[in-house]
């Protein structure tokens, strides 16, 4: 396939990349490529997006993000178009260790900030084809429902219940709506000498509710960490209910899904889980 379609990289090695992602297929290519195969329709749209607003939104970021070089269409039996992108060397935060974490939070919070001051005029937005992220929460309640009960046995149903039904009752967003990543959780970070110098995984790419770029807050941060990167994102209490509530609602779709297939994402949903929870007991 790679020889077909970009004949000077035919002789470079290639090998697979092990990831916990479930929507492309990951291949490093030489010492500098990656390339990024979708494994399904729903994740070919997806990395239409990406390839159509990652290199408008890359020169305003303070992290790297992955930028393709090339796009290649279809062919030699391989249904969808697929992306060549500079490879960003590094390792995730799912597995890596952060040297500084206070320092990361706010690193990661600026490039919150960042993200969300480009002009998200033309942006796709929350709720069209491919962005499910950044909607009112209450368009995922019955999804939620129906993880929570999944879940019986393994959550304490009446405190999670308690906690989606706080984050439900928060004010929605009403402001303008902004750019998302609409994923950040530790696998999309990656870390070089113990510092964030990546995101990574724009599928959830959209403009909606800001809130769902809380979700690092739960998904890798402490309690103290969280206090600092709320700070410097100057989050009101509403916004941090919903951000609380993205977070819960992702890890409890997640788990039941990927119980038998993907443990990673079910550790990383467990943990979440527990921190929302740890939240809503100390207030």
């Given at each position: 396939l790679v020889a077909s379609r970009f004949p000077l990289w035919r002789d470079l090695p290639l090998r697979r990349i092990a990831s916990s992602g479930t929507d492309n297929a990951m291949f490093r290519l030489g010492r500098h490529l990656c390339l990024r195969l979708p494994r399904y329709p729903a994740a070919a749209a997806l990395l239409d997006k990406e390839q159509h607003w990652l290199p408008r939104l890359?020169?305003?970021?303070?992290?790297?993000?992955?930028?393709?070089?090339?796009?290649?269409?279809?062919?030699?039996?391989y249904p969808f178009a697929w992306s060549v992108c500079r490879w960003i060397p590094g390792e995730d935060a799912h597995r890596g260790s952060i040297r500084d974490r206070n320092g990361a939070a706010l690193t990661l919070a600026r490039f919150i900030q960042a993200l969300q001051a480009i002009d998200p005029s033309e942006g796709p937005r929350s709720g069209s084809a491919g962005v499910e992220r950044g909607v009112p929460l209450l368009e995922r309640d019955e999804r939620v429902r129906q993880a929570i009960a999944a879940l019986a046995g393994d959550i304490d149903v009446v405190a999670v219940t308690r906690a989606w039904d706080a984050a439900l009752a928060a004010s929605p967003w009403r402001g303008p709506p902004v750019w998302l990543h609409g994923d950040l959780h530790p696998g999309n970070l990656l870390l070089r000498n113990g510092a964030l110098v990546a995101?990574?995984?724009?599928?959830?790419?959209?403009?909606?509710d800001p809130a769902c770029d809380l979700l690092p807050a739960?998904?890798?941060?402490?309690?103290?960490?969280?206090?600092?990167?709320?700070?410097?994102?100057?989050?009101?209490?509403?916004?941090?209910?919903?951000?609380?509530?993205?977070?819960?609602?992702?890890?409890l779709i997640a788990w039941p899904y990927y119980r038998d297939t993907n443990p990673g994402i079910v550790d990383m949903a467990r943990r979440t889980i527990e921190r929302v929870l740890a939240d809503e007991g100390s207030r």
């Amino acid at each position: 396939l790679v020889a077909s379609r970009f004949p000077l990289w035919r002789d470079l090695p290639l090998r697979r990349i092990a990831s916990s992602g479930t929507d492309n297929a990951m291949f490093r290519l030489g010492r500098h490529l990656c390339l990024r195969l979708p494994r399904y329709p729903a994740a070919a749209a997806l990395l239409d997006k990406e390839q159509h607003w990652l290199p408008r939104l890359a020169p305003h970021l303070p992290l790297a993000i992955p930028v393709p070089l090339a796009t290649a269409p279809p062919g030699e039996g391989y249904p969808f178009a697929w992306s060549v992108c500079r490879w960003i060397p590094g390792e995730d935060a799912h597995r890596g260790s952060i040297r500084d974490r206070n320092g990361a939070a706010l690193t990661l919070a600026r490039f919150i900030q960042a993200l969300q001051a480009i002009d998200p005029s033309e942006g796709p937005r929350s709720g069209s084809a491919g962005v499910e992220r950044g909607v009112p929460l209450l368009e995922r309640d019955e999804r939620v429902r129906q993880a929570i009960a999944a879940l019986a046995g393994d959550i304490d149903v009446v405190a999670v219940t308690r906690a989606w039904d706080a984050a439900l009752a928060a004010s929605p967003w009403r402001g303008p709506p902004v750019w998302l990543h609409g994923d950040l959780h530790p696998g999309n970070l990656l870390l070089r000498n113990g510092a964030l110098v990546a995101v990574i995984d724009f599928g959830g790419l959209g403009v909606g509710d800001p809130a769902c770029d809380l979700l690092p807050a739960w998904t890798l941060f402490s309690a103290s960490e969280r206090r600092i990167f709320r700070a410097q994102l100057a989050c009101d209490e509403a916004g941090w209910a919903r951000g609380k509530g993205w977070a819960l609602s992702i890890a409890l779709i997640a788990w039941p899904y990927y119980r038998d297939t993907n443990p990673g994402i079910v550790d990383m949903a467990r943990r979440t889980i527990e921190r929302v929870l740890a939240d809503e007991g100390s207030r």
